[in-house]
Protein backbone atom coordinates (compact mmCIF):
# COMPACT_ATOMS: atom_id res chain seq x y z
CA UNK A 1 0.00 0.00 0.00
CA UNK A 2 1.47 3.33 -0.91
CA UNK A 3 0.77 6.06 1.16
CA UNK A 4 0.80 9.40 -1.02
CA UNK A 5 1.67 12.63 0.50
CA UNK A 6 -0.43 15.92 -1.08
CA UNK A 7 1.25 18.42 1.32
CA UNK A 8 4.33 19.92 2.62
CA UNK A 9 5.31 23.06 4.21
CA UNK A 10 8.77 24.43 5.22
CA UNK A 11 9.98 24.65 8.96
CA UNK A 12 11.91 27.97 8.61
CA UNK A 13 15.07 27.80 10.61
CA UNK A 14 13.91 30.27 13.58
CA UNK A 15 14.69 28.77 16.44
CA UNK A 16 16.94 29.52 18.68
CA UNK A 17 20.62 27.79 18.78
CA UNK A 18 21.66 26.48 21.77
CA UNK A 19 24.58 24.07 23.06
CA UNK A 20 25.44 21.41 24.51
CA UNK A 21 27.34 22.06 27.79
CA UNK A 22 24.60 20.75 29.66
CA UNK A 23 25.84 16.34 28.67
CA UNK A 24 28.03 14.02 30.48
CA UNK A 25 29.49 12.35 27.35
CA UNK A 26 30.98 8.88 27.54
CA UNK A 27 33.38 7.04 24.94
CA UNK A 28 31.68 3.64 23.43
CA UNK A 29 33.82 1.11 21.80
CA UNK A 30 33.20 -2.66 21.82
CA UNK A 31 36.49 -4.49 22.80
CA UNK A 32 39.74 -4.94 20.58
CA UNK A 33 37.89 -3.37 17.93
CA UNK A 34 38.95 -0.60 15.49
CA UNK A 35 36.01 1.51 15.38
CA UNK A 36 32.28 2.01 16.54
CA UNK A 37 29.40 3.15 16.35
CA UNK A 38 26.29 3.54 18.88
CA UNK A 39 23.26 3.51 17.13
CA UNK A 40 19.91 3.67 19.51
CA UNK A 41 19.66 4.08 22.98
CA UNK A 42 16.18 2.27 24.33
CA UNK A 43 14.20 2.81 27.81
CA UNK A 44 16.25 0.46 29.51
CA UNK A 45 19.71 2.37 28.68
CA UNK A 46 20.71 -0.52 26.70
CA UNK A 47 22.53 0.30 23.67
CA UNK A 48 23.06 -0.67 19.91
CA UNK A 49 25.33 -0.27 16.87
CA UNK A 50 28.04 -1.51 14.61
CA UNK A 51 31.86 -2.00 15.60
CA UNK A 52 34.57 -3.28 12.76
CA UNK A 53 37.05 -6.00 14.22
CA UNK A 54 40.34 -6.06 13.45
CA UNK A 55 40.03 -7.76 10.03
CA UNK A 56 37.84 -4.75 9.32
CA UNK A 57 34.57 -7.14 9.22
CA UNK A 58 31.43 -4.84 10.68
CA UNK A 59 29.26 -6.25 13.19
CA UNK A 60 26.17 -5.39 15.15
CA UNK A 61 26.22 -5.13 19.09
CA UNK A 62 24.06 -4.90 21.89
CA UNK A 63 25.61 -3.06 25.31
CA UNK A 64 23.44 -4.20 28.15
CA UNK A 65 24.28 -3.50 32.01
CA UNK A 66 28.11 -3.36 30.81
CA UNK A 67 28.06 -5.94 28.80
CA UNK A 68 29.05 -6.39 25.32
CA UNK A 69 27.52 -8.58 22.87
CA UNK A 70 28.19 -9.46 19.28
CA UNK A 71 24.88 -9.49 17.06
CA UNK A 72 25.51 -11.07 13.66
CA UNK A 73 22.60 -12.60 10.88
CA UNK A 74 23.77 -15.84 10.12
CA UNK A 75 25.42 -16.56 6.57
CA UNK A 76 25.45 -12.52 6.41
CA UNK A 77 29.12 -10.43 5.78
CA UNK A 78 28.19 -7.57 7.29
CA UNK A 79 25.48 -6.69 10.12
CA UNK A 80 24.75 -3.13 11.86
CA UNK A 81 22.48 -3.84 14.61
CA UNK A 82 21.19 -0.19 14.30
CA UNK A 83 18.03 0.49 16.02
CA UNK A 84 16.60 -1.56 19.11
CA UNK A 85 13.48 -0.73 21.25
CA UNK A 86 12.43 -1.29 25.09
CA UNK A 87 11.50 -4.88 24.93
CA UNK A 88 15.15 -5.48 23.46
CA UNK A 89 13.75 -5.94 19.14
CA UNK A 90 16.88 -5.11 17.08
CA UNK A 91 16.30 -3.94 13.10
CA UNK A 92 19.22 -2.86 11.00
CA UNK A 93 21.28 -3.92 7.64
CA UNK A 94 23.05 -6.88 6.28
CA UNK A 95 25.23 -7.56 3.63
CA UNK A 96 24.73 -11.01 1.75
CA UNK A 97 27.28 -13.09 0.96
CA UNK A 98 27.56 -10.78 -2.86
CA UNK A 99 27.40 -7.70 -0.95
CA UNK A 100 23.88 -7.31 -1.58
CA UNK A 101 21.73 -4.76 0.68
CA UNK A 102 18.59 -6.40 3.14
CA UNK A 103 17.33 -5.31 5.97
CA UNK A 104 17.00 -7.48 9.13
CA UNK A 105 14.55 -7.75 12.42
CA UNK A 106 16.00 -9.67 15.63
CA UNK A 107 12.79 -10.54 17.53
CA UNK A 108 12.73 -13.14 20.52
CA UNK A 109 15.96 -14.60 19.36
CA UNK A 110 15.24 -15.13 16.06
CA UNK A 111 16.66 -13.65 12.98
CA UNK A 112 13.88 -12.20 9.78
CA UNK A 113 15.16 -10.82 6.79
CA UNK A 114 13.48 -7.96 5.42
CA UNK A 115 13.12 -6.89 1.70
CA UNK A 116 10.91 -4.75 0.42
CA UNK A 117 8.51 -6.62 -2.60
CA UNK A 118 10.03 -5.62 -5.96
CA UNK A 119 12.93 -3.47 -4.35
CA UNK A 120 16.69 -4.27 -5.74
CA UNK A 121 18.03 -3.20 -1.86
CA UNK A 122 16.31 -2.86 1.04
CA UNK A 123 18.45 -1.27 4.18
CA UNK A 124 16.49 -1.17 8.14
CA UNK A 125 16.85 1.94 9.56
CA UNK A 126 14.82 1.94 13.04
CA UNK A 127 12.25 0.16 14.94
CA UNK A 128 9.62 1.47 17.65
CA UNK A 129 7.76 0.10 20.66
CA UNK A 130 5.18 -0.94 18.94
CA UNK A 131 7.96 -3.39 17.03
CA UNK A 132 7.12 -0.96 13.33
CA UNK A 133 10.45 -1.13 11.22
CA UNK A 134 11.69 1.79 9.66
CA UNK A 135 14.10 2.44 6.32
CA UNK A 136 14.38 2.59 2.48
CA UNK A 137 14.39 0.66 -0.44
CA UNK A 138 15.79 1.00 -3.84
CA UNK A 139 13.44 0.30 -7.25
CA UNK A 140 15.10 -0.71 -10.41
CA UNK A 141 15.07 2.21 -11.93
CA UNK A 142 17.37 3.05 -9.00
CA UNK A 143 14.80 5.66 -7.53
CA UNK A 144 15.64 5.31 -3.59
CA UNK A 145 11.87 5.37 -0.99
CA UNK A 146 11.11 5.18 2.40
CA UNK A 147 8.95 2.68 4.35
CA UNK A 148 7.56 1.69 7.29
CA UNK A 149 6.96 -2.14 7.84
CA UNK A 150 3.68 -2.81 10.38
CA UNK A 151 2.08 -5.44 11.37
CA UNK A 152 3.78 -7.53 8.45
CA UNK A 153 2.63 -5.02 5.27
CA UNK A 154 4.92 -2.60 3.81
CA UNK A 155 4.25 0.90 3.15
CA UNK A 156 6.11 3.24 1.08
CA UNK A 157 6.89 6.55 1.93
CA UNK A 158 7.89 9.51 -0.12
CA UNK A 159 8.24 13.50 0.33
CA UNK A 160 6.30 14.86 -2.42
CA UNK A 161 8.59 16.40 -5.15
CA UNK A 162 11.81 14.67 -3.59
CA UNK A 163 14.28 12.89 -5.60
CA UNK A 164 15.04 10.58 -2.84
CA UNK A 165 13.48 9.78 0.44
CA UNK A 166 14.76 7.78 3.80
CA UNK A 167 12.61 7.11 6.90
CA UNK A 168 14.88 7.00 9.99
CA UNK A 169 12.57 6.39 12.41
CA UNK A 170 8.67 6.38 13.03
CA UNK A 171 7.00 7.21 16.85
CA UNK A 172 4.76 4.26 18.79
CA UNK A 173 2.00 5.58 16.89
CA UNK A 174 3.68 4.70 13.33
CA UNK A 175 2.31 7.99 11.99
CA UNK A 176 4.63 10.35 13.05
CA UNK A 177 8.05 10.10 11.22
CA UNK A 178 11.58 11.53 10.72
CA UNK A 179 14.18 10.76 8.17
CA UNK A 180 15.51 13.07 5.15
CA UNK A 181 15.38 13.94 1.78
CA UNK A 182 17.06 14.99 -1.45
CA UNK A 183 14.53 17.85 -2.87
CA UNK A 184 13.94 18.01 -6.56
CA UNK A 185 13.88 22.08 -6.16
CA UNK A 186 17.49 22.29 -5.01
CA UNK A 187 19.08 18.77 -5.45
CA UNK A 188 20.34 19.22 -1.64
CA UNK A 189 19.46 16.87 1.76
CA UNK A 190 16.55 18.31 3.67
CA UNK A 191 15.37 17.03 7.00
CA UNK A 192 11.61 16.68 7.32
CA UNK A 193 8.91 15.23 9.85
CA UNK A 194 6.02 13.58 8.95
CA UNK A 195 2.97 14.72 11.12
CA UNK A 196 0.16 13.11 9.13
CA UNK A 197 0.47 10.83 5.78
CA UNK A 198 0.06 13.93 3.77
CA UNK A 199 2.22 16.42 6.36
CA UNK A 200 5.47 16.45 5.65
CA UNK A 201 7.84 19.69 7.27
CA UNK A 202 10.89 20.27 5.77
CA UNK A 203 14.05 20.84 8.75
CA UNK A 204 17.63 22.83 8.43
CA UNK A 205 19.73 23.25 11.00
CA UNK A 206 20.33 26.97 11.69
CA UNK A 207 22.55 29.20 9.79
CA UNK A 208 23.56 26.78 7.10
CA UNK A 209 24.58 28.45 3.71
CA UNK A 210 23.57 25.03 1.63
CA UNK A 211 21.09 22.71 3.14
CA UNK A 212 22.85 19.66 4.42
CA UNK A 213 20.55 17.85 7.35
CA UNK A 214 19.67 14.29 8.16
CA UNK A 215 17.71 13.60 11.20
CA UNK A 216 18.34 9.94 12.20
CA UNK A 217 15.75 9.81 15.56
CA UNK A 218 12.30 10.95 16.65
CA UNK A 219 11.37 9.74 20.30
CA UNK A 220 8.04 9.96 21.87
CA UNK A 221 8.44 13.72 22.86
CA UNK A 222 9.05 14.42 19.57
CA UNK A 223 12.69 15.22 20.12
CA UNK A 224 15.04 14.74 17.04
CA UNK A 225 18.57 14.00 16.66
CA UNK A 226 20.30 13.64 13.92
CA UNK A 227 23.86 15.34 11.80
CA UNK A 228 24.26 18.53 9.41
CA UNK A 229 27.28 19.35 7.97
CA UNK A 230 28.78 23.47 7.10
CA UNK A 231 29.47 22.89 3.28
CA UNK A 232 29.98 25.15 0.31
CA UNK A 233 28.01 23.43 -2.57
CA UNK A 234 25.77 21.02 -2.97
CA UNK A 235 27.98 17.65 -3.84
CA UNK A 236 30.07 18.52 -0.70
CA UNK A 237 26.91 17.42 1.42
CA UNK A 238 27.18 13.88 -0.50
CA UNK A 239 31.74 13.50 -0.61
CA UNK A 240 32.10 13.02 3.36
CA UNK A 241 32.04 16.15 5.05
CA UNK A 242 32.79 16.97 8.26
CA UNK A 243 29.66 16.73 10.59
CA UNK A 244 27.96 17.94 13.65
CA UNK A 245 25.36 16.16 15.53
CA UNK A 246 22.15 18.07 16.82
CA UNK A 247 19.36 18.21 18.88
CA UNK A 248 16.05 19.57 17.84
CA UNK A 249 13.70 19.89 20.54
CA UNK A 250 10.87 21.89 21.05
CA UNK A 251 11.54 24.00 18.31
CA UNK A 252 15.27 24.66 19.40
CA UNK A 253 18.54 23.36 17.74
CA UNK A 254 21.06 22.27 19.86
CA UNK A 255 24.69 21.97 18.14
CA UNK A 256 25.91 18.08 19.71
CA UNK A 257 30.12 17.61 19.09
CA UNK A 258 31.92 15.35 21.26
CA UNK A 259 34.54 17.20 23.08
CA UNK A 260 37.65 17.27 21.05
CA UNK A 261 36.31 15.57 18.18
CA UNK A 262 36.64 16.21 14.45
CA UNK A 263 33.66 14.43 13.34
CA UNK A 264 30.18 13.55 15.25
CA UNK A 265 27.02 12.43 14.57
CA UNK A 266 23.90 12.02 16.84
CA UNK A 267 21.86 8.48 15.79
CA UNK A 268 19.26 7.89 19.02
CA UNK A 269 17.92 9.54 21.70
CA UNK A 270 15.33 8.18 24.23
CA UNK A 271 12.76 9.64 26.26
CA UNK A 272 14.69 10.47 28.93
CA UNK A 273 16.67 12.42 26.91
CA UNK A 274 20.52 10.52 26.57
CA UNK A 275 21.65 10.69 23.03
CA UNK A 276 24.17 8.19 21.55
CA UNK A 277 25.76 8.10 18.07
CA UNK A 278 29.41 8.50 16.61
CA UNK A 279 32.87 10.23 17.10
CA UNK A 280 35.87 10.52 14.99
CA UNK A 281 39.02 11.31 17.32
CA UNK A 282 42.05 13.25 16.03
CA UNK A 283 43.98 10.33 15.62
CA UNK A 284 41.48 9.16 12.67
CA UNK A 285 39.78 6.91 15.10
CA UNK A 286 35.81 6.09 15.11
CA UNK A 287 33.79 5.73 18.82
CA UNK A 288 30.53 5.06 19.50
CA UNK A 289 28.87 7.84 22.17
CA UNK A 290 26.89 8.54 24.91
CA UNK A 291 25.40 12.03 26.25
CA UNK A 292 23.37 12.18 29.19
CA UNK A 293 21.93 15.50 30.05
CA UNK A 294 23.72 16.77 33.57
CA UNK A 295 20.40 17.30 34.99
CA UNK A 296 19.09 13.65 34.85
CA UNK A 297 19.10 12.19 38.16
Known sequence: MQQIAKRFVFCLTLSSLLFAADYRFVSIDFPNSIATTAGSV?????ISGLYFDANGVGHGFRLSKGVFSTIDFPGSSFTSARAMNARGDIAGRIHDANGNDHGFLLHDGHFNQIDYPGATATVGRGINNAGDVTGNHVDSAGTE???ILKNGTFYNV????????????AEDNGR???GDAVMAFDRALHGYVRKQPNDFQLIDFPGLSVPCTGPRWINERGD???????VNT???CFAGPELHGF??????????DFPGSTNTSALGINDDGTIVGG?????GVDHGFKAVPKDTR
Open 42 to 46: NARGD
Open 145 to 147: SGF
Open 158 to 169: RVPHSLSTDVWM
Open 176 to 178: VMA
Open 224 to 230: IVGLFAR
Open 234 to 236: IDD
Open 247 to 256: LLQRGKYIAI
Open 279 to 283: YTDKQ
